[in-house]
Structures are given as structure tokens and as C-alpha cells.
């Protein structure tokens, strides 16, 4: 049995918690646009700045230093998404960033007719990129819609779109929208068939679910710090043997090999060194040892303590008939959802109640959170959702809160 999760003790491991707006504790509900750091992370950064900071690849000890600093968050972000091996993993400024840098590499593999598959439910940093390259190379964009009840993907279609000529699926693991769990590892098995690669977005997700690249058996896969409690960065794992075979943009002096030929310019070695830090919390709460297995450990706590919360949540706005929940509802299925909602009420505008949540301290988020397509799906647009989402630093208290605020709201 998973030991349960100590929140308080998470929680008092975060500075930006002790928070109060107008008098009242805040609630940090913002999660899937971005966590709150514990201080260990902060304690991170500030010892790179203070004693590392230098460029890599001199011979002198702080260029030495930062050069282990990022050797060192290498191993642990290798070890967060399951790689076995630490140089397939690559830092950036964020997931957009790295996934532009990818796409424009790989059209330049892409012929006129070749064809890519992207989703209707995916946040616009998987779409764009691979639409744009598919244009610069006259390649054929096909998208797979989902099903609006549930806004769930319609795997069903997807093997009407896949054929000779398809040379990327892109997908993302979980909806930073509406929370959805995406079957990843059907839509691999479904492209492999037809011989084409798969990038994984993986922002949502790994802030909730241990990932594992192996058991994907993705070719890319895409996350971003800030998400799961570092500092706001990118990193992109990738298969060797494509990252040291593409056509990387790169400036000449720039390694010809290995994870440096991706990492253009010089990289935020504090924001490094504060991912590693992020990954060390969440090993912490695991129990230590080993790495992946105090990981795995941990996630399983994360969990279990999320899917109380989301259940709770849902609970209470079954009793508020006026805000609709998009996404899955049932109960049964709370392994195909991590607890984040986008909730529409019928007569309030989500701007507008977010603004109010706000000023009593409740922090979530309005509009499309770059989930643009869904949104125009779900005929949406332009005003969107509300989004409330929680992380393990969030507590009952908070669910019960932000219930009554949302009642309120509806009057």
C-alpha cells in the first residue's frame, strides 16, 4: 500500500504558499499554468549564480563546476521520464522553444506529400510548430478530432489518417485544459505500423504521472520545469540515434554530437541546476535511495492524494447545476484524467469569475491556456474556460474554498 502523502509537509517546503490576498490564505489553483517552487529549488539557483557562474567547457573551476551541474540534472531528468540514457535529454528555454527547434530539423526530412497528424485537444505548442514545418516543406496536416462529450480522443479515426506517407504523430500525454489522459502508447503502436515517429507533449502530465519513455515508445518526448516545481526551462528527450542523425540548426563551433548540438547559445545553467533541485524534491518524497524508484514511489502518493481531491471537486459541482464540466465526469474513470477542469457557467463570462475568484485569493486561470483548438471545438471561443487545477501541495480545504467561491459566483 502507497504510504499517504504528508501535504502539510510539502506544503511547508513552498514559500510562495504563505501567500494572503485581502486577509485570506491564497490558493494556489494556477498549477497547470505553472507551480509554486519548493526552496530547495530557489537555494539551487541562487548557489549556481553565486559559485558556478560561468560558461561550460573551460578549464577552469567555475566553468568545471556548471559543466557537473548540468551533467547532474541530466541523470536526474533522465531519470524522472525513465531514459536510460542521460544524453538523450536536452534543456531549453521552454517546450515551444525545443519543439520549433525539432520541427524545423525534421522538415527538413519531409518531402511534398508527406504528411503529419496532430490533435484537436492538444495545447498549441504541439500544433503550430508541426503545421508550420509541415508548410515549409508542402507537407499534408491531418487532424485527430476528439469526441466533445468527454474530450477524449477519437482513436477510432485514427487509422483512416495514418498511411505510407505520414512521417510524425504529435500527441500530448495529459490536457492542460480539461485534464484528459491520452491512451499514448495505442496512438505509438497505431503510428509504428505505418512507419512514422511520434513526439509526445508531456507539460501536463508529468507534473501528476510518472512518465516512462521506454513503455511510451515515443521517439520525443517534451516537458518544461516550471510545471513540476523548478524554475522556468525546457527539456526534450529524444532517441539517440534521431537526435544525432537530424540536421540540428546550429552554429558551427556547436558539438557535432551528443545533447549540445540541440542546446543553441548559452543555456540558463541556474535554471539547470534548478530542475535537478525540482527533481530531488520529488525523489524526497518518495522516501530516497534510488532515483526512479523513490520517484515512482512519490508519483504513486501524488496520486493517490490528486485523484481525492479531483473526486471531491467533482462531487461538489454535481451539486451546482449551473457550471457545466467539460471533460470526464465519471467517477469510474479517474485513471483517464489528472485533476484539472475547465468548467463553463451558463450565464457568467469566465473572465469575470476569475476575476472575483482572484481577488479572494483563489488563483485560476480563464481563456484557452493556448488550447486553442479545443476551444474552437467545443464552440468556446474567444472567451474559453475557467480552469482550476490542483497539484499534491493543494488540500481539501482548498476544494471545499473554491466550491463555495464558485457557488457564490453563480448567484
Partial sequence: MTPPLDVDACRRRFPGLTRHVNGRPAAFLDGPGGSQVPQSVIDAVADCLAHRNANDGGAFATSLAVGEVVDAARGAVADLLGAADPDE??????????????????????????????????????????????????????????????????????????????????????????????????????????????????????????VDVGALGADFLACSPYKFFGPHAGALWGRRDLLERLPAYKVRPAPDSGPGRWMTGTPSFEAIAGTHAAVEYLAGLGGGGDRRASLTAAYAAIRAHETALAARFLDGLAQLPAWRVWGITDPGRSGDRVATFGLTHRAKPAAEVAATLGAQGLFVWSGNFYAAGLIERLGLAPAGMLRVGFLHYNTAEEVDRVLEALATAAD
Fill in 89 to 210: 535529454v536536452v534543456f531549453g528555454l521552454n517546450m515551444t522553444t525545443l519543439t520549433f527547434a525539432l520541427s524545423r530539423a525534421l522538415a527538413r526530412t519531409w518531402r511534398p506529400g508527406d504528411e503529419v497528424v496532430v490533435t484537436r485537444l492538444d495545447h498549441d505548442a504541439n500544433v503550430t510548430p508541426w503545421v508550420l514545418a509541415a508548410a515549409d516543406a508542402g507537407a499534408t496536416v491531418r487532424y485527430l478530432d476528439i469526441d466533445p462529450a468527454d474530450c477524449t480522443l477519437r482513436l477510432d479515426l485514427l487509422p483512416d489518417l495514418l498511411n505510407e506517407r505520414t512521417k510524425l504523430v504529435a500527441v500530448g500525454l495529459a490536457s492542460n485544459a480539461v485534464g484528459t489522459v491520452n491512451p499514448v502508447r495505442e496512438v505509438v503502436a497505431a503510428a509504428r505500423r505505418v512507419g512514422a515517429l511520434v513526439f509526445v507533449d508531456a507539460v501536463h502530465a508529468v507534473p501528476h504521472l510518472l
